[in-house]
């Protein structure tokens, strides 16, 4: 029977411990600090202003959420089976496959919360500085936030059969290779000479999440998109091969940890 009350109970338990911890409050002080101190535009002319806001408060929020989303995703089940905390939980009635998704869905909160904070203080900035209100940023957030949740699932996928150290460093190389998707892709083209080079650049170009094709921050910045339908048509393809990435990653670590030996 599918019992999704242990998934969120498990999903609860995850995101208050991660919040009672040091590295999620030190981070968001630092992406605050950052996008206030990045966005001062008192030394600019006026046209560069939204630009430099939008450009450089979306990076933050994008590239902050990300090092909180690997930072405390790292330690949900490695140090849970490392510390035997596991165990008691098992014990329970709650199958393997649902703590992985109980895990996944802590993560998921705990990017909500620092998309939504960093999120806020971003539009009362660029409000504040432009006057206005752009409802393009809205879409620019929200595809950052599903970004992390597919960086998220990758993690938990991985911290399955690795350790922390292992998953940190993978989960770091994903996330640097997705957002530079297309120099990848240019390089497998243009960039070797060799016919091996060039194939397995263009293979880990395929395998990896394209993350760049999801920031919307060119988009909004040069003005390229003018309706609501431009901009869900400019994100609805990578944001669908995304959510694929996730479904084949969440259903391997659900394989991979109920068989696995704790």
């Keep these: 029977m599918f019992r ?3 998934i969120f109970l498990i999903a609860g338990t995850t995101i208050n ?5 040091v590295v999620l409050n030190v981070l968001l002080v630092l992406a605050a600090l950052m996008i206030i101190g990045a966005t001062s535009t008192s030394s600019l002319e006026p046209g560069a202003v939204r630009t430099t806001i939008v450009d450089a408060g979306l990076a933050i929020i994008a590239i902050l959420g990300a090092m909180i989303a690997i930072l405390t995703g790292f330690t949900m089940i490695p140090s849970e089976v490392d510390q035997r905390t596991v165990y008691p939980v098992l014990s329970k009635p709650v199958q393997r496959w649902q703590f992985v998704l109980g895990k996944f869905f802590g993560a998921i909160g705990i990017n909500g919360i620092t998309v939504g904070m960093l999120s806020v203080l971003f539009f009362l900035v660029y409000f504040l500085k432009v006057h206005s209100f752009d409802w393009k940023l809205l879409f620019g957030v929200v595809m950052i936030f599903a970004q992390l949740v597919i960086l998220s699932g990758l993690i938990v996928f991985f911290s399955t059969f690795m350790s922390w150290i292992g998953t940190i460093i993978v989960s770091m190389i994903i996330w640097f290779l997705g957002n530079s998707s297309q120099f ?3 390089m497998a083209e243009h960039g070797t000479k060799s016919e091996i080079s060039s194939a397995i650049t263009k293979v880990v170009q395929k395998l990896i999440p394209n993350f760049q094709a999801m920031d919307l921050r060119y988009a909004i910045v040069q003005l390229k998109v003018s309706t609501p339908g ?3 048509d400019a994100a609805l393809v990578p944001l669908g091969v995304g959510v694929l990435y996730l479904i ?3 259903a391997l670590a659900v394989l991979i940890f109920n068989y696995r030996e704790l």
């Design 248 to 250: 084949i990653a969440l």
């Design 184 to 186: 990848l892709a240019d």
């Design 4 to 6: 999704v009350r242990p």
């Design 230 to 232: 431009e901009l869900f």
């Design 17 to 21: 411990g991660v919040l009672r911890g």
